[in-house]
């Protein structure tokens, strides 16, 4: 598993590095940014670092295999192109991951799953995102994986 990102160039990017290590996490992609400050809880409200679509293209190049994509922040909507291109060149499953209440666009949908966070329950949520991923990663179908990733942290499936 590789991650394309970026950190602040600070104690908590250090952290943040430490533990992908530690995670076996491949961070070769993560780009160290001096004028962003690593976020630790979500709600600083200092500059944070982000990726322009030149970043994302480049930290996609570095990546030799692509099987599945997850979208963990909003891109701008160039940024948001190339990423998307960049997993149809790879033929990678998208995951985009939105903020409650927001409106996911039209071409994430398209292009793959669309996750809303949920305002409560964070830890069971990236819990799930992980183990679907990684389930598609290992060649489970969407539906399957996610089904498996649901039930191994405890969410019930609600019926429409």
């Known amino acids: 598993m590789q991650l394309v990102g970026s950190v602040g160039d600070d104690r908590e990017g250090d952290e943040v590095i430490i533990r992908l290590g530690r995670a076996r996490v491949g961070h070769a992609a993560l780009l160290r940014d001096p004028a962003g400050r690593t976020p630790v809880t979500g709600l600083e409200r200092e500059p944070v670092p982000r990726l322009d679509a030149q970043d994302v293209e480049l930290g996609l190049r570095y990546l030799s295999e692509v099987r599945v994509l997850v979208l963990a922040e909003p891109l701008d909507g160039e940024a948001q192109a ?11 499953e998208i995951i985009a991951l939105v903020t409650s209440g927001s409106v996911p666009d039209p071409d994430l949908a398209d292009a793959g799953t669309v996750l809303e966070a949920p305002p409560e329950d ?3 949520f990236v819990q799930v995102v992980a183990r679907y991923a990684a389930g598609m990663e290992a ?13 191994a942290v405890g969410w019930e499936r609600a019926d429409a």
Do not use: M, P
């Open 139 to 151: 060649g489970k179908s969407a539906a399957e994986a996610f089904r498996e990733a649901t039930d």
């Open 82 to 92: 190339v990423a998307l291109e960049g997993a149809r060149y790879h033929g990678a």
């Open 122 to 124: 964070l830890e069971a």
